[in-house]
């Protein structure tokens, strides 16, 4: 039957007004099946998986013989040797991050103000290669600079050396330079989205008006593009403070960090509350970064 149609007798204003209604019944029936999909999959996925895993880690953190007890963070942040090794979290996460954003910008600044043959090719490669596994890049630093490597061997035979002239993996250089050529295209992409909505006129008109490149990079490209840059340097410093792969592959035993010495506390120590509090410590760092890339992403039309 057409819509409209109206049988006799009945008001057209009666008809819109239960057509409404129906509308807004189907409506409520809808929300009320999304919310049931949400309560499953909070149930079912989320609760098993992530909500009763991370529950399970932050009772165990906080309990003891007697009851609930801070003792584990107070071992923990009293331990002379914790308060080193979040130095040396906190050294190489500053360190790795800042130069593998730094560099992650320069690049994707090249590739877009200064395009070149090729230049979708290596974006292609670029994004691929953050599918990589990160101790991949470990392993290939071995055997490139490694001591009995490529590079390594080859310097020595070059210049009549009696040992290898590269001799650095092992240990926080290696770690910093590993971590900087992962994670510096993590920042590549979204500095490149920024640069994207970029109004290209805004660049000319200032070049015109005899703006140099430094003065157009920080008065014209900058204020509109940082949204994306700060995004891609907080997620380039998120990703860097849980790395783990790289730092099990090239830490050397002096070298030890947080995510491994909860690994150790866990496994070698077999002191699961120690652990349990380094891991609450580190979840909620993680979280604070996160948070504050949510923030910043939102910015950007980023959802």
Not at 158 to 178: E, K, R, T, W
Not at 204 to 217: H, N, Q
């Amino acid at each position: 039957m057409s819509s409209l149609f109206v049988p006799d007798g009945v008001a057209p204003g009666a008809v819109d007004a239960s057509v409404f209604v129906a509308h807004a019944r189907e409506a409520q029936r809808r929300e009320k099946r999304a919310q049931w999909h949400l309560l499953f999959i909070l149930v079912f996925v989320l609760g098993p998986l992530v909500v009763y895993p991370l529950a399970r880690l932050i009772v165990l953190s906080v309990s003891g013989p007697h009851g609930f007890t801070l003792d584990a963070f107070t071992a923990f942040f009293g331990n002379p040797e914790t308060r080193g090794v979040i130095g040396t979290t906190l050294g190489i996460l500053v360190a790795s991050a800042s130069i593998a954003s730094i560099l992650g910008v320069a690049l994707a600044s090249m590739l877009f103000f200064r395009p070149f043959p090729g230049v979708k090719l290596l974006t292609r490669f670029l994004e691929l290669f953050v599918a990589f596994p990160s101790f991949l890049v470990a392993f290939t630093l071995i055997f490139l600079y490694g001591s009995q490597d490529a590079v390594s061997i080859g310097f020595q035979r070059l210049f009549s050396l009696d040992a290898p002239p590269l001799d650095f993996l092992f240990g926080i250089g290696g770690v910093i330079l590993a971590e900087v050529v992962f994670y510096a295209p993590f920042v590549v992409r979204p500095t490149l989205a920024s640069y994207a909505t970029l109004d290209m006129r805004l660049v000319e008109a200032a070049k015109s008006l005899g703006a140099d490149g430094w003065m157009v990079a920080m008065k014209v490209v900058l204020p509109i593009a940082w949204p994306g840059i700060a995004a891609g340097t907080i997620l380039c410093f998120l990703l860097t403070l849980n790395e783990f792969g790289i730092l099990l592959v090239l830490g050397s035993a002096h070298l030890i960090t947080l995510p491994i010495a909860i690994y150790s506390a866990a496994t070698v120590d077999l002191d699961l509350r120690a652990a349990a509090a380094g891991a609450v410590v580190m979840l909620l760092m993680s979280l604070s970064l996160y948070a504050l890339y949510r923030r910043v992403d939102a910015r950007t039309g980023g959802r």
